[in-house]
């Protein structure tokens, strides 16, 4: 098992910037990928920006430049900055991971709210 713990959302005004981290815990050598999504009201849970199998980076087109995943293994901590958010960034974010059985783990959820 695998628990993953978000924290770091919040309000914020729009151009402003965010960190999100997400603390994995448990069986965590068995984790494969790890990334974030998120979910905003009426919509679909989307891919915001995730490590593949094979260390790379993808990013969803609509947050490219403007946010950064990073991680600390030191830590076992996933982090997404986000610069110049949007009032559309506004949603929950999920950090996800993906153990080597393709099982999928999700923390609670961080609401990230931006005004305009």
């Given amino acids: 098992q695998v628990q993953l713990v978000e924290s770091g959302g919040g309000l914020v005004q729009a151009g402003g910037s965010l960190r999100l981290s997400c603390a994995a815990s448990g069986s965590i050598f068995g984790v494969r990928t790890m ?3 998120r979910q905003a009201p009426g919509k679909q849970r ?3 920006a ?4 094979g260390g790379r980076k993808n990013y ?3 947050v490219k ?3 950064t995943i990073s991680r600390d293994n030191a830590k076992n901590t996933v982090y997404l900055q986000m610069n110049s958010l949007k009032p559309e960034d506004t949603a929950v974010y999920y950090c996800n991971g ?3 059985y393709g099982r999928d783990y999700w923390g609670q959820g961080t609401q990230v709210t931006v005004s305009s």
């Fill in 35 to 37: 990334g974030w999504y």
């Fill in 46 to 48: 989307e891919l915001v």
């Fill in 50 to 53: 995730a490590f593949t199998s």
């Fill in 60 to 62: 969803a087109d609509s």
């Fill in 65 to 67: 430049g403007r946010f």
């Fill in 98 to 100: 993906v153990d080597n």
